[in-house]
């Protein structure tokens, strides 16, 4: 097995991190981790004076610890794994270490990818997915211009006596059915909160912008700002949601962005804003009118034709398909329009130089590395094919005649498995990993027995 030669971190981050450490002297715990395909950061705690050795790829992880199931569990059959001989990979810093401001003990944190022994790229890293896109993408002459809209639910730690999740919320939804979008009574409420989650983004870079309440009781959104590296958004979207789950358990409180956790109330998105500018840094989507350039309408109709092939990553858990219900504000349909909330790519109102795309597909429980290397290979396939759109929707899309997204968690992965599109633009290795967990995890729920089917037919047939 092939070993890396000595590794240098990339001069920015050395020289950030080397800042970091010598002003947090009394600094008693780093966390170097990478994300896995599920968007689960997997790592290692050390003491601070191990701060050096993570910087310089001295951290190692199986390679199988990026694939494991939802459960944290190996992948049968996985070529990661017993065929491999569960053989370790090397862990090399993307952004500088910066603090973890929830912890008790002053802690910091270095987020990492996972590599090859040898130092190659390890196409079982999400990361790295993203990353080829992202390249294929500048062999065209583009770079992405992409900023992330993250729902999620702010909840009490303790259940109820079903152990079912409580909202945090001043609200009596009890009593009187409410949504509480836009209220600022809601933000108020939570303003302790909200305040330690600005503090913890500073801490971390994380370009945090607005935050409004959500279309249910507690149930919030935060605003991330548009950055022109699709690898950089990824990662602060992944990062902030580890941040906020860590910032309410400081606070005796739970996160949740699991895509429907009340199936009477609204589910969690991840809505993803995209537009693409020129080697001069033009925004290729502006020809100065409403309408958009063609390249606009060709970017479209790549990710109208890729949709379906992606919505095994869009929706990559069993419970992401209870989202999408008519007047919900999930899409349904392969559709598009300008200003219009009902369809599944919006154009939204804007300056002509700020003309992009709003992806509406995803959950707010996907992997932000593969939902963007999904939604730019869509770009990419309909730049590189000239693929034009069908006409624009006015008015209620729920209403329109057109394809629908698949809505079926089985479908989604054999349409994934089976499409050209990933054979294409991803590696092939990674596609099949990708469905080995998936069908894992499908395998694990499918032989579950729920509790509404013990309430309905244990007695009763």
């Known amino acids: 097995m092939a070993v890396e030669k000595q590794y240098q971190p990339p001069a920015d981050i050395l020289e950030a991190s080397e800042a970091f450490l010598s002003e947090h002297p009394d600094l008693k715990w780093i966390e170097g981790f990478a994300f896995d395909i599920n968007g689960i950061p997997r790592g290692k705690w050390l003491p601070a004076d191990s701060a050096r ?5 001295g951290l190692q992880m199986p390679r199988s610890a990026v694939s494991l199931d939802i459960w944290g569990r190996d992948i049968e059959n996985s070529p990661l794994v017993f065929a491999s001989g569960d053989s ?30 040898d130092g190659s790229e390890l196409y079982a890293d999400p990361r790295a997915q993203l990353q080829k896109v992202v390249s294929r993408l500048a062999d065209l002459g583009y770079k992405a211009v992409c900023a992330t809209e993250l729902e999620f639910y702010l909840l009490k730690e303790d259940m109820d006596a079903q152990g079912h999740p409580l909202p945090v919320s001043d609200n009596d939804s009890e009593l ?18 909200f305040a330690d989650v600005r503090a913890a983004c500073e801490e971390q870079g994380i370009p945090a912008d607005s935050i409004l309440s959500e279309c249910a009781p507690g149930q919030f959104e935060i605003n991330l700002l548009h950055c022109d590296d699709p690898l950089k958004v990824a990662d602060q979207t992944l990062l902030f949601k580890r941040l906020l789950k860590g910032v309410a358990r400081s606070h005796g409180l739970r996160v949740s962005a699991m895509a ?19 080697g001069e840094g033009n925004n290729v989507f502006d020809d100065g009118t409403d309408r958009g350039a063609d390249l606009l309408r060709h970017a479209v109709a790549g990710m109208m034709a890729t949709a379906n092939d992606a919505m095994a990553v869009f929706a990559p858990h069993s419970n992401s398909y209870r ?25 939204p109102a804007s300056e002509s130089k700020a003309r992009r795309i709003e992806h509406r597909i995803a959950g707010a429980d996907v992997n932000a590395y593969l939902v963007l290397a999904a939604i730019l290979a869509g770009v ?17 899309a729920y209403q329109v005649e057109s394809e629908q997204l698949i809505n079926n968690w089985g479908s989604a992965l054999q349409r994934f498995a089976d499409s050209p599109i990933w054979q294409e ?3 092939p290795e990674f596609v099949d990993l990708f469905v080995l967990l998936k ?19 244990l007695q009763r047939v």
């Open 176 to 193: 009187v059915p409410s949504t509480d979008v836009y209220d600022l009574a809601e933000l108020d409420a939570q303003r302790h909160f």
């Open 380 to 396: 990419c396939h309909g730049l590189e094919n000239g693929l034009q759109p069908p006409a624009a929707v006015e008015g209620d």
């Open 439 to 457: 069908q894992q995890e499908q395998a694990e729920i499918a032989a579950r027995v729920t509790d509404v089917e013990y309430q309905s037919y």
């Open 425 to 427: 633009y991803l590696d």
């Open 88 to 117: 370790d990979g090397v862990c090399h810093p993307v952004s500088p270490i910066c603090l973890a401001p929830w912890h008790r003990e002053k802690t910091a944190q270095l987020h990492m990818q996972l590599y090859e022994a």
């Open 53 to 57: 050795k993570l910087l310089a790829g």
């Open 323 to 347: 989202r999408f219900q008519e007047s919900s504000h999930a899409p349904l349909n392969l559709c598009w329009g300008y200003d219009n909330r009902t369809v599944t790519f919006r154009i």
């Open 260 to 278: 429907k956790p009340f199936g009477d109330r609204a589910g969690n998105g991840m809505h993803v804003h995209m537009s693409l500018i020129d």
